[in-house]
């Protein structure tokens, strides 16, 4: 059991998102010839879709218990729908808005979905691993153990941060007709790249992990067979198919149990820790925040730069290597430290720094400054989802009534707060920051999401002191 496969998956899917995710919103400009407050709205209309489907879809994956069957089911949807986009420039503007429309709200929910299943694959897996190992050192507490989780998916999910920039600095280029001449449209090139790279991805995905599941089953039946010879040895009265008879039941009804309280364990994981409403709200003015830049930073690029391919692709090497990369993999170290709560708080100070600067600094003729600025995608990004995915595994693993479900329940939180983040907090972002670009222009737009940041900072600060001061008279 190791988590090689997905370091490889976790790889290429960013690796292939770096062809469409930073470009989409320009393209869709391009080829349909909205307007910002258009685009705005069909962005914000997005992240609700993944708000509410985001949460079923990993529901339904745990109920049923095939984790990789969803998210074979939602890659092949993602990269058939992002990949369709390919389409618009040999259409009219007004179909191609219609058509744009329809795919982006099928990948859009379909790629959010798959990511949080994802990542609730590889924390579960992560922490298969560390009990193995902690059953040969019985002296490793459970919160060793758990930060050793914690620590390990960082090092594994920074794999998708280095692809998302090794090929962010190839789309770059490649989309540039100036560059290279591949006698195609403008940002064609890198949707091809994601779909060839999805391919792959895909045949990773459908490969790797049946052969992890059967050294997986080999190693269960051979701790069943060593378990029932010494029942047999010891009792003389159970034979070994009664006994493996007895164990398939047993796991059966267990199954079933925790597959209809799935429902009221959630209910319970809110009511036993109010302060998981707290981060709810707080992953959701982060979300507003990063639509800004997730919707309309490479817009902003265009209106200060022009067409500029290369600086694209650099923003994103830079915001990759040199931001998310060290704090994927430091950030379980500084969650541990500092708190989930302490972190969000670090993000909401970036994102301020960040976009005054932006509304301030970054004029024409000095463009290239942003990429010293696109350093606090560190904090931005890569911290605040080290502090997000810990939580789903620390609420989970805290509930000392549901101690046996956890793993049954962790991709639902994991929905939850993914929802948040991406769905009711990037779908509100985006449509505001269209309203403010369309009536006010972008540095508006940026001002006003660094006021917001530093309010938020405020409104969590007091929740924190209310709840300190809550504990401190208990």
């Known amino acids: 059991m190791n988590t090689f496969t997905w370091k490889v998956h976790y790889f290429l899917w960013y690796a292939g998102l770096a062809g469409i995710l930073p470009y989409y919103a320009v393209f869709v400009k391009t080829y349909t010839a909205t307007s910002a407050i258009s685009i705005g709205t069909l962005f914000a209309i997005l992240p609700f879709t993944a708000f509410i489907l985001n949460p079923l879809f990993c529901s339904l994956a745990d109920k049923q218990n095939n984790h990789r069957q969803w998210l074979l089911c939602l890659m092949c949807l993602t990269m058939l729908t992002f990949g369709s986009l390919i389409a618009l420039p040999w259409m009219n503007f007004r179909i191609s808005w219609i058509v744009a429309s329809i795919l982006l709200l099928i990948a859009y929910p379909s790629m959010a979905a798959a990511v949080s299943i994802t990542d609730a694959i590889v924390m579960q897996k992560i922490s298969q691993i560390n009990m193995i190992g902690s059953s040969s050192s019985p002296s490793q507490s459970p919160e060793a153990h758990k930060v050793s989780s914690q620590s390990n998916f960082g090092n594994t999910r920074v794999w998708g941060t280095i692809g998302y920039g090794l090929f962010g600095i190839v789309t770059g280029p490649l989309n540039d007709k100036n560059k290279i001449d591949l006698n195609l449209p403008y940002l064609v090139p890198g949707i091809i790249m994601f779909i ?15 052969h992890e599941a059967q050294a997986d089953k080999r190693r269960a039946v051979e701790r069943t067979l060593s378990t029932s010879t010494t029942i047999e040895v010891g009792s003389g009265s159970s034979s070994r198919e009664e006994r493996k008879k007895m164990l398939q039941v047993e796991t059966t009804e267990v199954e079933n149990s925790l597959h209809q309280d799935q429902a009221s364990i959630l209910n319970s994981i809110f009511t036993e820790y109010p302060s998981l409403l707290q981060h709810c709200f707080a992953l959701t003015i982060l979300g507003i925040l990063m639509a800004c830049h997730w919707s309309f930073f490479y817009w902003y690029l265009e209106e200060v730069a022009g067409k500029d391919p290369l ?27 500092f708190g989930p709560s302490r ?20 004029h024409p003729g000095y463009q290239y400054y942003v990429l010293f600025l696109e350093v606090l995608q560190g904090p931005t990004f890569g911290l605040l989802y080290c502090a997000m995915t810990h939580l789903a595994h620390d609420y989970s693993d805290d509930q000392h009534a549901i101690t046996q479900a956890t793993k049954q329940v962790h ?14 907090g990037l779908g509100l972002g985006s449509f505001f920051a269209g309203f403010l670009i369309h009536n006010f222009g ?7 999401a660094g006021s917001l940041a530093l309010v938020s900072l405020s409104i969590n600060l007091c929740f924190d002191a209310i709840r300190w001061f809550a504990r401190d008279g208990d």
Not at 343 to 362: D, G, R, V
Not at 414 to 424: K, N, P
Request: proline share 1%; with cysteine; glycine share 10%.
């Open 343 to 362: 972190c969000f708080e670090m993000s909401m100070i970036a994102f301020a720094f960040q976009y005054f600067s932006y509304s301030y600094l970054i």
């Open 411 to 424: 991709s639902s939180l994991q929905g939850i707060l993914t929802g948040c983040l991406e769905g009711l």
């Open 442 to 448: 972008s540095r508006v737009m940026w001002t006003c």
């Open 196 to 210: 060839l790279i999805m391919i792959a991805d895909l045949i990773v995905i459908i490969i790797g992990p049946y």
């Open 311 to 337: 600086l694209m692709g650099l923003c994103m090497f830079v915001g990759c290597f040199l931001g998310e990369m060290i704090f994927f993999y430091y950030g379980s170290q500084i969650v541990k430290r």
